[in-house]
C-alpha cells in the first residue's frame, strides 16, 4: 500500500513521509530503530502509518506504550483518523481504576481498588461485570469500539448505556486488535505486564512495540523497581490496622517502627547494608518474621474485604509497608538507603533487561523529541549504542524560533533568594506584558511553580491565568487545559516534566512565548547516589550528564517546544536561568531552538521591547 493511502491528512508535512518509510524499514529489518523528530513534526501519525503497513505486511501486531494517559488520548485520537482512511482495528487500555463505573460515588484510592473491584465481582455486587456474558449489545460495543478508536469518555458513555463494565470491553477487544495502545506498565512494568501477554492477546516475537517518548523509559525503570517508606507510614499502617481489628499486625508494625528507628539513627552515611538489616530483623524477631509480616500485610484481604463492606477507608498504607518490606526481604539486587525518617530501595541498575527485553519482540521503534546525543541516550536506557540504528528526522527550517538566553536569572539551590525569585517574576511579567497571545511558564518544581505564580499574579493583571497544581487527576487536568484554552491570551504555569510540558497540544497560536524557569536537576538523594555508584563503577564517565543534566535538559527543550505545533509556527522562547548559556548545554539544544539564539543579562524592559519588536516582525537584537 501506498503511504499516502494510509496516512491520516491529505498531505504529508516536510519530513513525515520519510519518517513514515525509516519506521517502516526498522520494522521490517528487525532490531531496535531509534527516532528522533521535534515537537509539532506530527511524527503520532507518521510513526503510525510505517508500523501499521509493516505490521499488516508481516501479519504482526503492535504495541504502542505512552507515559501517561494523555499521551493515549492523542494517539487514539491519530488512531481515529487513520481508521478512517484505511480500516484497522484497534483497543487502548488504561487501568481498571480508569474504567471503574461502579466505585464513581466511592472514594477509593487506587492502591486499594484491585481489592474493591474483587469483592465486588466475586460477591456478584457488581451488575457492570455480571451483564457483560447476558448483553447482546457487549458484542457489537466491542467490535464498534475496535472499528473506530472511541475517546475515554465515549466509552464509558457506550459502556454506560448497555450497562456493562467499559474495562471487559476494552480486554476483549486488545485480543482482536492489530494495534493496542497501553500505559508503559503494561508493557514495562512485571507486576502488570501479564494483562497484555499472559492471555493470548500478544505474543512478542510476533509484535512491533513502539515506545512514545522513549527518553522516560529510565524514570519509569527506575519508579518500578524502587520503594520508600517512611516511619510516619509505618505509624500510619499500625493505626489503619488497629481500626481494621488487626491487633496482630498493629503489634508486629509498631516493632517494625522501633526497629527501623534504631536502625535510622544508629547508622552514619546514606548507605545501609540491606543484607545486614534483613539479618538484624531475623536475628532478633525470628528467622521468618519479616517474610511473615510482608505477606500478611499484602495480603490482608480479610480486613480490606471488610472495610469494602463496611464502606470505611481502605488500608492503603497497611499495603505500602506490606509492599515494601516485601521487596526488603525479596533477593533483588536492590540497594537500601536512608535520609532523614525515610529508607529507600533502589535498583542501581534500573535499565538492566531493557536491551534484552526489547530484543523479545520482532522489531521495536523508539520514538522522542530529543535523543540527542543518541549513543548517551541509548546507554541511559541500557541499550549498546553499537546495536541500535538511529534516526533523526528532518528538522528543515518549518517554524521561526527566536531563542533568549537570560544569563542574570539562576535558579541554583544557593541562589534561590527573594531577590532573585523577584527578578524571576518581573522577567516573566515583561514577557506576558508584551505578549498578545497566550504564554507558557514552566518551572523546575511545584514548589517554585506555586512561588512564582503568586509573585506574577501580582505583577499582571487582567490576564487569565492558570496553574498546574501536583496530583491533578485527569478530569482536573482537563479542566485546567480548558481554562487555559477559554481566552486567546491566557497564561498557563506548570513544571517542567510535568503532564502540560510533554505530548500536549496547544493548537494553533494559543501559545505564542514560552518561559522556561530554571534548570530542573534531579534532587541529589540518596537514590540518585546508588544508581551514580553503579554507573560510576561500570566505567561511565559521563553518569552526571547521563542521570542529572541531560534527563533536565529534555525537559526544558520539550517544555520549550509546546508552541510549536504545526510547520510555519512563530515564537519565541526565553530560558531564565545562566545554566542553558552554557557551551554544553548550547550543543545539546535542538537545531530549531538554537538556530536563532541570542544570550544575555536582560533586564524586563528590554525583554519587553524584544518581545513587542518580534511578534510586530521587526525583530531589534538583543544587547548581549
Ligand atoms: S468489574 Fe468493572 S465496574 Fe465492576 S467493580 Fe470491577 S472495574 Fe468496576
Known amino acids: 500500500m501506498e503511504f499516502g493511502d494510509r496516512f491520516a491528512y491529505e498531505t504529508f508535512r516536510p519530513g513525515q513521509r520519510e519518517l513514515a518509510e525509516r519506521v517502516y524499514r526498522g520494522c521490517t529489518e528487525g532490531g531496535i530503530l531509534i527516532t528522533e523528530a521535534m515537537s509539532g513534526f506530527g511524527k503520532t501519525s507518521a510513526v503510525l502509518t510505517g508500523v501499521l503497513s509493516a505490521a499488516e505486511e508481516a501479519d504482526y501486531k503492535i504495541v504502542y506504550a505512552c507515559r501517561t494517559k494523555r499521551q493515549i488520548n492523542r494517539v487514539v485520537e491519530e488512531i481515529a483518523r487513520l481508521q478512517v482512511r484505511h480500516p484497522f482495528k484497534a483497543a487502548s487500555m488504561l487501568s481498571k481504576y480508569d474504567y471503574c463505573l461502579l466505585r464513581r460515588h466511592r472514594a477509593i484510592p487506587p492502591e486499594s481498588f484491585g481489592w474493591y473491584c474483587t469483592f465486588n465481582t466475586s460477591n456478584s455486587l457488581c451488575s457492570y ?116 481489628l488487626m491487633e496482630e499486625a498493629a503489634k508486629s508494625l509498631s516493632a517494625l517502627e522501633s526497629s527501623l528507628e534504631e536502625i535510622i539513627t544508629a547508622t552514619h552515611g546514606w548507605r545501609l547494608d540491606k543484607g545486614a538489616v534483613v539479618e538484624k530483623f531475623r536475628s532478633d524477631r525470628g528467622t521468618a518474621w519479616l517474610q511473615n509480616l510482608a505477606f500478611e500485610l499484602s495480603a490482608s484481604s480479610g480486613a480490606a474485604w471488610g472495610s469494602v463492606m463496611f464502606e470505611r477507608r481502605l488500608p492503603s498504607l497497611i499495603l505500602r509497608v506490606g509492599e515494601f518490606l516485601s521487596k526488603l526481604s525479596s533477593s533483588s539486587p536492590s540497594v537500601l538507603v536512608k535520609w532523614d525518617n525515610y529508607l529507600g530501595l533502589v535498583d542501581p541498575d534500573p535499565v538492566r533487561t531493557t536491551s534484552d527485553y526489547l530484543g523479545e519482540f520482532g522489531s521495536a521503534i523508539l520514538v522522542s523529541a530529543t535523543v540527542s546525543p543518541s549513543s548517551v541516550f541509548a546507554r541511559s536506557i541500557g541499550l549498546d549504542p553499537a546495536e541500535v540504528r538511529t534516526y533523526q528526522a528532518s528538522t528543515a527550517p518549518t517554524v521561526s524560533v527566536r531563542t533568549a538566553v537570560d544569563t542574570g536569572t539562576s535558579t541554583r539551590y544557593r541562589l534561590r533568594t527573594p531577590e532573585m525569585y523577584s527578578k524571576i517574576a518581573n522577567r516573566i511579567a515583561a514577557v506576558i506584558g508584551s505578549t498578545t497571545s497566550g504564554v507558557g511558564v514552566f518551572a523546575p518544581s511545584y514548589s517554585m511553580l506555586g512561588a512564582i505564580f503568586e509573585m506574577v499574579s501580582k505583577r499582571v493583571g487582567g490576564r487569565n491565568m492558570v496553574s498546574e497544581s501536583p496530583g491533578l487527576s485527569n478530569d482536573q487536568a482537563t479542566d485546567v487545559f480548558d481554562s487555559f484554552r477559554s481566552a486567546d491570551d491566557s497564561v498557563l504555569f506548570a513544571v517542567q516534566g510535568g503532564r502540560f510540558s510533554e505530548g500536549e497540544d496547544f493548537e494553533g497560536g494559543a501559545m505564542g512565548s514560552i518561559v522556561v524557569v530554571g534548570l530542573g536537576l534531579p534532587p541529589p538523594t540518596p537514590m540518585m547516589h546508588a544508581e551514580y555508584a553503579f554507573l560510576k563503577r561500570a566505567g561511565n564517565q559521563d553518569s552526571f550528564l547521563m542521570l542529572s543534566r541531560l534527563p533536565a535538559m529534555r525537559k526544558a527543550f520539550q517544555a520549550a517546544g509546546r508552541h510549536v505545533r504545526s510547520p510555519g509556527k512563530k515564537g519565541l522562547v526565553f530560558f531564565l536561568d545562566e545554566r542553558f548559556g552554557s557551551s554544553t548545554a548550547i550543543d545539546l539544544m535542538p537545531t530549531w531552538l538554537r538556530s536563532d539564539l541570542t544570550i544575555g543579562d536582560f533586564s524586563p524592559g528590554t525583554i519587553e521591547a524584544f518581545s513587542r519588536g518580534f511578534w510586530d516582525t521587526q525583530t531589534p537584537p538583543l544587547p548581549s
Open 129 to 244: 461485570f455480571m451483564n457483560v456474558p447476558l448483553t447482546k449489545a457487549f458484542g457489537l460495543l466491542v467490535q464498534s469500539t475496535l472499528e473506530k478508536a472511541p475517546r475515554h469518555h465515549e466509552l464509558m458513555r457506550g459502556a454506560e448505556a448497555i450497562h456493562v463494565c467499559p474495562y471487559e470491553v476494552t480486554r476483549l477487544a486488545m485480543v482482536q486488535a492489530r494495534l493496542i495502545v497501553v500505559p508503559y506498565q503494561y508493557a514495562f512494568d512485571p507486576r502488570a505486564m501479564s494483562m497484555l501477554f499472559d492471555n493470548g492477546s500478544v505474543e512478542r516475537k510476533r509484535a512491533i512495540i513502539v515506545v512514545d517518548e522513549a527518553h522516560n523509559l529510565r524514570d519509569f525503570y527506575r519508579g518500578a523497581g524502587s520503594a520508600t517508606l517512611s516511619l510516619d507510614q509505618v505509624r500510619g499502617a499500625s493505626r489503619e490496622a488497629r481500626a481494621l
